[in-house]
Nanobody
Framework: QVRLAESGGGLVQPGGSLRLSCAAS????????MDWYRQAPGKQRELVAA???????DYADSVKGRFTISRDNAGNTMYLQMNSLIPEDTAVYYC???????????????WGQGTQVTVSS
């Protein structure tokens, strides 16, 4: 059994900051790519930021310069530091990871349950 759990969401004023965490637990042998997605009401889920096991990162144009993705490979944890938040960042944020379970021969994509981020005055 593998589980991804997000934390750190909440209500913040425009211009504020939040730090999201995604902790992977369970029967894990290795984790490859990890990503943050978000889904706003009435919109499709979109990729926000991605990080490889080697630490290479990529960002959606809408968050470049404001968000920073990082990971702690030893702790199987990923983070998203969000600064200069704007109302358009309001969404449910999900983490996703490609995980190789012990005893398995292939990687499987796992998703967290999501954490709500609301940017409002």
């Amino acid at each position: 059994q593998v589980r991804l759990a997000e934390s750190g969401g909440g209500l913040v004023q425009p211009g504020g900051s939040l730090r999201l965490s995604c902790a992977a637990s369970g029967n894990i042998f290795r984790i490859n790519a990890m990503d943050w997605y978000r889904q706003a009401p009435g919109k499709q889920r979109e990729l926000v930021a991605a990080i490889t096991s080697g630490g290479s990162t990529d960002y959606a144009d809408s968050v470049k310069g404001r968000f920073t993705i990082s990971r702690d490979n030893a702790g199987n944890t990923m983070y998203l530091q969000m600064n200069s938040l704007i109302p358009e960042d309001t969404a449910v944020y999900y983490c996703r990871a490609d995980i190789l379970r012990r005893g398995s021969w292939s990687f499987t994509a796992y998703w967290g349950q999501g954490t709500q981020v609301t940017v409002s005055s």
